[in-house]
């Protein structure tokens, strides 16, 4: 598909489109925010650039906004007075009244904007826009004298960077040449030609592990696991870039004993004791979001695991030698 | 006797989170939570007393009997498990009415009832009796009377607040804060403690006769001089008197103790009240009994300051520890006693006033850490105490400050940080670099620039060799409003202001800001006069014999405060409040009026008057506007520019105590008085809405890039030119769980100090809990926030206070 030798775009795993429109667009990319003063996405203070687009559609996404590539529109419905302003400035037609209230045609949206710029209540935002690689650098230079003094610096976040890898690779350039600390935030769903490109300018991988079992990773995020875990392999062995691995603890998906041990045994065996394990409980904050999104929130009568139950899947980690905590 | 750092940071492993305040400091705690105070008028009537018995005597000499009679006279006790002893009043949690700023009439009587206060009928007559006497003593009808037009206008306008009602009564209300001392109360200064704890107050008078009896009266001065020094010793003599009758009374108390540990400690008590102050302090318990009985001397003042306390007190401390005379537990017990003590003094003042320092307001500031007067770091053992003394007492007073430098040890930032996250918004954290600096400018040797403290909230002081005397809470947003107006101000109507021509002819904005900076100029320079005229009626009618002898050379000089020049000569300050939503609002009329033009000059005159009313989609316009606090240099440079002006101004108006006034930024809670006097602003700001809190803060959720984005724009700002700089973030816990996350904010603050900032202190707690607190206050009687540059306790703030700091931005750390 799609292919050329100098694209980092490519397809991994069975059936999945290329993204053709990435390619071309050179040093722009799509973000939905850039988190000044991040402290849990890596050493010291940092700045995270929080990416658009994801391959993955995991179930229990804590940021389902960041699911796409273009820009989405957040809908607080509460605030709607009905006044029809967005309804006439739609370029797409896709906004109706009815019940008091504006309706979107999801389907039609294109995540324009016109109709944000109407709204007299602020009901309507956008998630996600275009920015230049010097935008964003400028931004996170912003912060470079508290990079300094606390050995913090640049995190690339998301949605998972690696699905934009040339704005991902230009962003980590730059950030490198001006001697910053980067870290890269991924689910590690990319061919293993982006991978080794992008890497040797990351000083630190957070690479999540959504679950051990192919099939219930398919089942769950609609891929398999498989070029995940050879990727993780590949950046630590081959690549030698120092990582910490990230299991979001997912109650009734995959925090049973079994997955957890898995999990730890794959680190302790495949790749290395020395690799710290976050365990990052399940939390509700995501739930607003697809309300905003109108979407179904698929996980909306799942509730965060216990303490104990952490506690207790953190200790099959230390069973096997590894360092974890609970908590990034 | 410095310690070194790597001695210190074995300290703070000693305790943890486990240590509890010991049954001792929790019945005393308990005793602190009473749902009415007891009004005093003890200290009043002896005061009038000895005023009716001496008329006709110098004032000096006046002053001095007058503390005579009320440390001879005032009802003293001893509560139940003290081992520090000296009440600031007759009566238990009680507050003594004083008369030096202001009368107390029937509806200000009626008030301090309805704010919690219980006053007998019997009592009430007394006061009124009072008033007739005071009133020729009152300082208020001789600044206003004598004032001009001009002058009366600017005082009625409320522009420094509070407003004036009268000539003769000015904003009305008068002073109760409970403290045995002589007023004024609003000084900000440290006196030199080390020399009472030293010395002994004996060698302090027989210095003084000695220096009484060698007086030439050859000089010009030499009669004031004799004056002077008869009441320095009257009053040191009165305060030992007083310390004698303290350990009379444990004495006669330790007699019929049945409990032979209480009998004990009572016979101590004893011991040491017979020892200091008279003598020189041997012991920690001496020195901190000493320290208290000159600390009641010094108040009542809501700005007392303790001086750099670690520094001085930490050899009697460490000699104690090495002869095992005391152990850590019982020092930290004592400290806590101290705390105690200090939240024992009650406080309050008249209506107009009480809001623009809410809840019980008082800046008692300890100053820890920091360097040396060689420039080594000043951390030792005390350092540490002091703060798990906060941790285990989390009471709203004392105030701890803690300097930071260069090389302050990692551990402290840790142990302080542990202790900012219960919740207590202490310590407050200083940079050393910018206050010195500032020192260094004002022509301060280096030694003696860092030896300095704090006074009031965050003023520096220079411990025996500064002391302001004049402060005034001027509210900036009211002259924008007046250059508007061509020099109307809008609150009263009158044109006080200069005439700078109607907004709607203004050309270019260089034209307007030109205008908005003359007419704040003509507004400072009247503010200036009213700060000159306060000074010389004060330094007239409340010369202080105590806190004039515990100055740098008080006795050699034989002057009393207001009489001599010091080394920092910082006895008049120009502080700003609502500079930013100033700056904000020149920054939207510059954008979108002058450069943009998406709007007319009549048509913002009018969405302001009509308060936005109908003109909501102008007001979002003006909101997203560049703001300050986003690093953003378009809106900054206009703040850059301003503070500098201000700085510039104040050096150009004289004080008369000698130099320039000095410019500073602390805004307690006048934000709120001060934005219920300001209409609606350009920045798009209701009218009525409190204005920005501190100094370098941003305007309530108008930063929107966090802590270092707000920072980033405050370092532009000269903030070495300012005497303080207040600048609060709210934290929400979440971002202060791990220490790794408390490492990150040791960084941020450092960041900021080594680029300029004078100051940070964080509040941290959850809106959620704030709101809780607010639906059910007797849940929440102990809940603290800091409210700028002290902490008071959230249910007394009034709702208006309590919804701005909900409505403060919590800055989360992302993750």
């Known amino acids: ?328 | 006797m410095i310690t070194t750092s790597s001695q210190s940071l074995q300290k703070p492993s000693t305790f943890t989170a486990a240590d509890e305040m010991s049954p001792r400091i929790r019945r005393l705690k308990e005793r602190l939570y009473v749902d009415r105070y007891p009004l005093s008028i003890e200290k009043s009537r002896w005061q009038t007393q000895a005023y009716k018995a001496s008329d006709g005597e110098p004032q000096i000499i006046r002053r001095a009997k007058s503390l005579a009679c009320v440390l001879d006279n005032i009802p003293i006790f001893i509560e139940d498990d003290e081992l520090i002893v000296g009440q600031g009043s007759a009566k238990p949690m009680g507050l003594e009415l004083d008369f030096y700023a202001g009368l107390w009439p029937r509806d200000e009587i009626e008030g301090l009832r309805e704010a919690g206060y219980d006053i007998s009928p019997q009592e009430e007559t007394e006061i009124l009796d009072m008033n007739a006497y005071w009133q020729k003593f009152n300082p208020l009808p001789r600044l206003g009377e004598d004032a001009s037009e001009e002058m009366w206008g600017f005082l009625k306008s409320g522009m420094v607040l509070p407003p004036w009602k009268s000539r003769t009564d000015g904003p009305g209300g008068g002073y109760a804060e409970s403290g045995l001392g002589l007023g004024p109360g609003f000084y900000l200064m440290t006196v030199d403690f080390e020399v009472a704890l030293q010395q002994g107050l004996l060698a302090l008078i027989s210095d003084a006769e000695k220096r009484l009896t060698a007086i030439e009266y050859a000089e010009k001065d030499a009669l004031e001089r004799a004056h002077f020094l008869k009441a320095a010793i009257l009053s040191l003599r009165a305060i030992i008197g007083f310390a004698e009758r303290y350990a009379d009374l444990a004495q006669t108390m330790a007699a019929v103790e049945a409990d032979p540990a209480r009998r004990a400690e009572l016979e101590a008590i004893a011991q040491i009240c017979r020892r200091v102050p008279a003598h020189p302090a041997r012991t920690f318990r001496e020195a901190m009994q000493s320290f208290w009985f000159i600390f009641l001397m010094i108040t009542p003042s809501p700005t007392a300051s303790m001086g750099r306390f670690d520094q001085f007190m930490n050899p009697y401390f460490e000699a104690d520890l090495a002869n095992g005379r005391l152990s850590e537990e019982e020092a930290l017990e004592l400290l806590q006693c101290l705390r105690i003590k200090d939240m024992q003094l009650n406080r309050t003042s008249g209506k107009a006033a009480r809001q623009k320092n809410a809840g019980m307001a008082k800046w008692h500031n300890m100053v820890i850490g920091g360097v040396t007067k060689s420039g080594e770091d000043a951390t030792n053992p005390l350092t540490y105490l002091i703060l798990e003394a906060v941790r285990r007492l989390p009471t709203a007073h004392h105030t701890v400050t803690l300097r930071v430098h260069d090389g302050t040890p990692e551990p402290l930032m840790k142990k302080a940080l542990e202790v900012v996250k219960m919740g207590t918004g202490m310590p407050a954290f200083i940079g050393d670099r910018s206050y010195i600096a500032y020192l260094l400018d004002q022509g301060v040797p280096l030694e003696e620039a860092r030896n300095y403290a704090i006074g009031g909230c965050l003023d520096v002081t220079l411990p025996g060799k500064s002391r302001t005397a004049a402060v005034g809470m001027f509210i900036v947003s009211m002259v924008l409003e007046a250059t508007l107006l061509n020099g109307v101000v809008r609150r009263t109507g009158d044109a006080v202001g200069l005439s700078t021509g109607k907004f709607e002819d203004f050309k270019t904005f260089d034209d307007f800001y030109a205008a908005f900076k003359a007419q704040l100029r003509h507004f400072l320079k009247l503010h200036a006069d009213k700060n000159n005229a306060e000074l010389l009626i004060s330094r007239e009618l409340f010369p202080d014999p105590v806190r004039s002898v515990l100055m740098d050379g008080g006795l050699a000089e034989g002057k009393a405060l207001l009489d001599r020049t010091y080394l920092l000569e910082n006895g008049a300050l120009l502080n700003m409040v609502g500079m930013i939503n100033v700056v904000d609002s020149l920054v939207a009329v510059k954008k979108l009026v002058f450069e943009d033009r998406v709007v007319s000059q009549a048509e913002l005159i009018q969405a302001l008057d009509a308060n936005w009313q109908g003109r909501e989609d102008l007001r979002r316009r003006f909101l997203e506007a560049p703001k300050y606090g986003n690093g953003d240099d378009y809106a900054d440079q206009i703040a850059v520019d301003l503070f500098d002006y201000w700085a510039d101004v104040a050096a150009s108006l004289r004080s008369c105590l000698g130099g320039a006034h000095k410019p500073t930024g602390i805004s307690v809670s006048s934000q709120w008085p001060g934005g219920a006097q300001t209409g609606a602003t350009p920045d798009g700001r209701f009218a009525g809405e409190c204005l920005a809190d501190g100094t370098m803060s941003a305007m309530r959720g108008r930063d929107l890039k966090g802590p270092t984005g707000l920072m980033n724009s405050a370092m532009k700002i000269s903030q070495n030119r300012y005497q303080a700089a207040l600048f609060n973030i709210k934290f929400h816990p979440s971002a202060m769980q791990s220490d790794e996350d408390l490492r990150k904010i040791s960084f941020l603050i450092r960041t900021y100090f080594a680029r300029g900032g004078k100051h940070v202190q964080f509040n941290v707690v959850s809106r959620e809990i704030l709101l809780e607190a607010q639906k059910h206050p007797e849940q929440y009687r102990d809940l603290l926030v800091r409210v700028a540059g002290y902490s008071a306790y959230f249910i007394q703030l009034g709702k208006a206070m309590q919804d701005e700091i909900i409505g403060r931005t919590a800055h989360t750390g992302a993750g």
């Open chain 1, 1 to 328: 598909m799609n292919r050329s030798p100098t694209s980092l775009v490519d397809t991994v795993g069975a059936g999945a489109a290329a993204p053709a429109a990435c390619a071309d667009r050179g040093v722009a990319g799509s973000i939905f925010n850039i988190q000044r003063y991040s402290i849990h996405d890596g050493p010291g203070i940092r700045t995270t650039v929080f990416f658009k687009k994801c391959r993955l559609r995991c179930l229990w996404c804590q940021n389902p906004e960041s699911q796409q590539e273009q820009p989405e529109l957040f809908f607080n419905a509460e605030k709607c007075i009905g006044c029809g302003r967005c309804e006439k400035v739609c370029p797409e037609g896709a906004i109706t009244l009815r019940d008091g209230r504006s309706w979107t045609d999801r389907a039609r949206c294109t995540g324009a904007g016109a109709c944000v710029e109407v709204c007299p209540q602020g009901a309507r935002s956008l998630m996600g826009r275009v920015a230049s690689v010097d935008d964003i650098f400028q931004e996170v230079s912003e912060d470079a004298i508290f990079y300094q003094e606390s050995g913090g610096g640049v995190t690339l976040s998301g949605g998972d960077p690696l699905a934009q890898p040339e704005f991902a690779l230009a962003i980590l350039k730059r950030c490198k040449e001006a001697g910053y600390h980067t870290t890269l935030d991924t689910c590690g769903f990319a061919s293993w030609h982006a991978v080794e490109t992008i890497m040797p300018y990351v000083d630190l991988v957070l690479y999540d592990f959504k679950h051990m079992d192919p099939d219930k990773h398919k089942q769950y995020t609609g891929f398999s696991n498989e070029p995940i875990l050879r990727n993780a392999k590949g950046i630590h062995h081959e690549l030698k870039v120092p990582m910490r691995a990230r299991y979001a603890v997912i109650p009734g998906y995959n925090d049973g004993v079994e997955n957890a041990t898995a999990l730890a045994d794959f680190i302790a065996n495949e790749l290395d004791r020395s690799i710290p394990v976050d365990l990052l409980p399940f939390h509700k904050y995501g739930g607003a979001k697809y309300q905003r999104l109108e979407r179904v929130d698929e996980l909306a009568d799942t509730s965060p695991p216990s303490e104990a139950a952490l506690t207790a899947l953190r200790d099959i980690f230390l069973s096997r030698g590894l360092t974890a905590k609970v908590g990034g």
